[in-house]
Every structure is written in structure tokens, then in C-alpha cells.
């Protein structure tokens, strides 16, 4: 339970470029941390009680640029008892720049703004911290590479696994540790300020090839191709569990919003629902004919969909573990699936060359992308879910309207195909991983 507001007397510090709200709470005892973040559609309060960091979300899944900011912060006061009346003023600045950016027209026009010949093997994988001030590229070369995104300078090399650098990550929202997996079997925790191993994680038997930090940064979940994930914590480098009811490899995880459930997806044709806190699972979702390319949470963490190599995406029930539809058409394996922030749009990407808009609630096809010529690895939105952002073997990227499903720009120089990309927080810059040993960044 959270402790009466009026024994709180606290401090707003207000951040317009990062869209986030610091809030220090002190009580007569102890200094506990209250921090009210942005995350598009909804707000998340964390805060520290009895030395244990907590979350709370606050759903704005219905705002929009046109909705009454007084009224949204009204009711955002009557359901959660720390946003006090004194505090009404700062979240409503919080509401009214999250409305500004819904507002926003997205007619950006991307250029290529540097070339980084980042290994000297392809690389695997590439992900930004959440400012896009800095990015990360794993490599062949078994190496983890941190570059300054604005002068494209290497900050560190992350040496020391074994084998081929494969899954990688931030701790977003923080940004000041990295995990990398490896073929070496073991994960690897690290500075991204000074390159410091903080811990290497031993347990698998074979290849790590999917991790993902909760959303609090206490616990890294890992996936191997020796059918288990494991919970391991941030902290002591300790394992806290494993989680072993696969059949076959593991090849994608992934955290709710909330961090207290977790999905694997193996090639046993399933995915299992995991109690983060027990290690127990939740559900068995069986249903698909194929293995698992892909499993993702909606963000109210009500929905999972599932991307096949059977062609299909399925949508469950993540209360029951009921499937709730099947989404067909793509005439090869469906390789990638992601939710826009709200929940209401879902992407399919295919080997088919395709890839394909949906109303996540009806389940009607809205948009079906066409023009690449090779198979599609990776679809995402961008943080105003206004753009698509698609990856392929053709060696393009490139950026499609999700209503009318037209293609809005080519990104195009890569001399492989593209087999990674992703936006920055803010939605205005754009990292490609290529086949090629080279990376581009975009503005």
C-alpha cells in the first residue's frame, strides 16, 4: 500500500525533451524515490517502499491531441492517491507534451547521416538507449560495441565472450547497463559508462540467442537453445530461477509492462506465460503448427501475439490463455510481430516478402505493405505509431503510412540485407544493421 500523499512533501523536476517527470519524496524516516514516467500511452509511477522498487501504470489509451488535459488530470488525481492537488500543474504539462506529440504530422524525411564500419565480422544485432544518444551493435566478432550516436565515435569495446555476440540490449528507460548473450552460453551485465563487467551469467548449456531486462532493471531474463530461460538478478549476479517446461530452443522473450509476467517462444510450436515472481507458469499457448518466430505483449499486457513459421500470427487472451484469433494470409513464415503503444494496430512481417496492418481488437486487415523484394526480419512502429519501420534481405529498409499501407521513403546503401533497425525514443533518428559490417544512422 502506498503511504498517505500528506506525509509527503515533494519536489517536481520537469523535463520536456525526455517527457519525464522526477519526483524526490521524502517522510520524516527515509528518502524513498517516486518517479512518474512517460510511456507512450501511459504513465508509470515508480517508487521505493521498504527498500523494494515498485510500479504503477496509469492508462491513456484514449488521449488524444483534441481531449480536455484539465479533466484527464482530474481523473488521473481521483485514481491515484500521490498525485495530489499540489501536483496537478506539473502532470498536466506531462499530458498536454504527450498530446502535443500525438498531435504531431509525421512528414520527416530521413538521411543517411553516417556510415559506421562497426566489426570486422557482419554484425547480428543493434539497439539504442532510450534518448538515442548512444547505441550498441553485437557482432560475429564476439565483441559488444558502444558509439556516441551524434559524432559516431566508439565510447567502449565490450571484450571477453567466447563466441559470437548475438542478443543485446539496454536497460531502458536507464541506459546505464547493457546486457549481452552469446553463443558462448553465457550473458554478460556491463557499464555503459565506463565498458566495467559488472557479472558474467553461467548456467546454460548452449547458445544464448534472446535476453531482455524487466522494465525496473532488477532482473535480466535470457533464452537459450538449450530449451530453459533464466531470471537472473541485476544485483548479485545470482540466478534466481530457470524456467525448463520447453521442448525445444528458445529463440524469443520478452517482459509485460509491468515486469511480473514473461513470455518465451520456442520451437516446440508454443509459448509459455510465466509468474516472474514464482517462476511458475501462468499458460501454455498451443496453437500454432510451427515454431515460434515471435511473442509480444500489448501494452495494458491484456493481449500476446504469436508469429509463425506456419504463416500465421495468432492474438491470445493473456488472462486465460485462450487463442482469440488467427490472422492468415502471408504465403511464407511470418518472421516478426510487434503492437503499436496503444495496443490497437498489430504488424506482421513475413519472408513472403510482406508485411501487414491490423486492428489488433477486430482483427480486420487495415494496410497490406508491399514493395520489398526479399523477406522482411524485422517490422516496428515508431514511438507516435504514425510510421512503420520495415528490415529486409533486399538490403533496404524502409518507412510505410500504417492507414494506407504506402511506402514513404527507401532507405537504401547497404550492400547486404538488413537484418536489424530501430527508432529512438523521440521517433527522429533511425539505426540499420546490416550483413555488410556497417551500421547507418539516420536523421
Given at each position: 500500500m502506498l503511504h498517505d500523499p500528506a506525509s509527503f512533501c515533494s519536489i517536481f523536476h520537469w523535463s520536456t525533451n525526455s517527457a519525464i517527470l522526477n519526483v524526490w519524496v521524502a517522510t520524516k524516516m527515509k528518502l524513498k524515490r517516486f518517479l512518474l514516467r512517460y510511456y507512450p500511452p501511459g504513465i508509470i509511477l515508480e517508487y521505493e517502499q521498504g527498500g523494494l522498487l515498485k510500479t504503477?501504470?496509469?492508462d491513456l489509451l484514449d488521449l488524444k491531441a483534441e481531449t480536455d488535459a484539465d479533466a484527464v488530470v482530474d481523473e488521473i488525481s481521483r485514481k491515484e492517491p500521490l498525485i495530489t492537488s499540489s501536483k496537478a500543474e506539473q502532470v498536466k504539462k506531462l499530458v498536454l507534451r504527450l498530446q502535443e506529440k500525438l498531435g504531431q504530422t509525421d512528414d520527416h524525411h530521413f538521411y543517411l547521416f553516417k556510415v559506421l564500419r562497426a566489426h570486422i565480422l557482419p554484425l547480428t544485432n543493434v539497439a539504442f538507449n532510450k534518448s538515442g544518444s548512444s547505441f550498441i551493435t553485437g557482432s560475429y566478432d564476439r565483441t559488444c560495441k558502444v558509439w556516441d550516436t551524434a559524432s559516431g565515435e566508439e565510447l567502449h569495446?565490450?571484450?571477453?565472450h567466447r563466441n559470437v555476440v548475438y542478443a543485446i540490449s539496454f536497460n531502458n528507460p536507464y541506459g546505464d547497463k547493457i546486457a549481452t548473450g552469446s553463443f558462448d552460453k553465457t550473458c554478460k551485465l556491463w557499464s555503459s559508462d565506463t565498458g566495467k563487467c559488472y557479472h558474467t551469467f553461467r548456467g546454460h548449456t548452449a547458445e544464448i540467442v534472446c535476453l531482455s531486462f524487466n522494465p525496473q532493471s532488477t532482473v535480466i531474463a535470457t533464452g537459450s537453445m538449450d530449451t530453459t530461460a533464466k531470471l537472473w538478478d541485476i544485483q548479485t549476479g545470482v540466478e534466481?530461477?530457470?524456467?525448463?517446461?520447453?521442448?525445444?530452443?528458445i529463440i524469443s522473450l520478452a517482459f509485460n509492462t509491468t515486469g511480473n509476467q514473461l513470455l518465451t517462444g520456442s520451437f516446440d510450436h508454443t509459448v509459455q506465460l510465466w509468474d516472474v515472481n514464482t517462476g511458475k507458469k501462468i499458460h501454455t499457448l498451443i496453437g500454432h503448427k510451427a515454431e515460434i518466430s515471435s511473442a509480444q505483449f500489448n501494452w495494458d499486457c491484456s493481449l500476446v501475439a504469436t508469429g509463425s513459421m506456419d504463416k500465421t500470427?495468432?492474438?491470445w487472451d493473456a488472462a486465460s490463455g485462450q487463442c482469440i484469433g488467427t490472422l492468415k494470409g502471408h504465403d511464407d513464415e511470418v518472421l516478426d510481430v510487434c503492437f503499436d503503444y496503444t495496443g490497437q494496430y498489430l504488424l506482421t512481417a513475413s519472408a513472403d516478402g510482406t508485411a501487414r496492418v491490423y486492428n489488433a481488437i477486430s482483427q480486420n486487415l487495415v494496410a497490406k505493405l508491399h514493395g520489398h523484394e526479399g523477406e522482411i526480419s524485422k517490422i516496428t512502429f515508431n514511438p507516435q505509431g504514425n510510421t512503420i519501420l520495415t528490415a529486409s534481405s533486399d538490403?533496404?529498409?524502409?518507412?510505410?503510412?500504417?492507414?494506407?499501407?504506402e511506402c514513404k521513403q527507401v532507405l537504401e546503401g547497404h550492400t547486404d540485407e538488413i537484418f536489424s533497425c530501430a527508432f529512438n525514443y523521440e521517433g527522429n533518428t533511425i539505426i540499420t544493421g546490416s550483413k555488410d559490417n556497417t551500421c547507418r544512422i539516420w536523421r
Open positions: 504503477k501504470s496509469i569495446t565490450l571484450e571477453g534466481i530461477c530457470s524456467l525448463g517446461a520447453h521442448s525445444a530452443e500470427c495468432k492474438i538490403k533496404t529498409a524502409r518507412l510505410w503510412d500504417p492507414e494506407s499501407g
